[in-house]
């Protein structure tokens, strides 16, 4: 029903900045909150940042706090990362999903009900 692709990722020299984008079709005429989740090799999928759909409402990782930046054009259906600051650790998989029934912003992966392929983003020393 809808369709999540990502691009933007790639390889970056640490203290480097990306720019991911997600743009969705299909069912996009419902409101919805928008995440970005990552997984680094070995590792569970983690969350990274949400966004309302109006964009009035942000929630961070930790670790990502005042690093990246979470941004939406709902003209263009589309959900963006801005990554500055990237550490090695930041290496991953990043995914971005989609909720369709949002109330608070969601953390947890069972809350989201469309996924994208994931990009990759590869920071180096």
């Known amino acids: 029903q809808v369709q999540l692709v990502e691009t933007g990722g790639g390889l970056v020299q640490a203290g480097g900045s990306l720019r991911l984008s997600c743009a969705a079709s299909?069912?996009?005429?419902?409101?919805?909150?928008m995440g970005w989740f990552r997984q680094a090799p070995g590792k569970e999928r983690e969350f990274v940042a949400a966004?309302?759909?109006?964009?009035?409402?942000?929630r961070y990782a930790d670790s990502v706090k005042g690093r990246f930046t979470i941004s939406r054009d709902n003209a263009k259906n589309t959900v963006y990362l801005q990554m500055n600051s990237l550490k090695p650790e930041d290496t991953a998989v990043y995914y971005c999903?989609?909720?369709?029934?949002?109330?608070?912003?969601?953390?947890?992966?069972?809350?989201?009900?469309?996924w994208g392929q994931g990009t990759h983003v590869t920071v180096s020393e």
């Open positions: 299909g069912r996009t005429f419902s409101t919805y909150a």
């Open positions: 999903a989609a909720d369709f029934a949002p109330r608070s912003l969601a953390t947890m992966m069972t809350a989201y009900d469309y």
């Open positions: 966004i309302s759909w109006s964009g009035g409402s942000t």
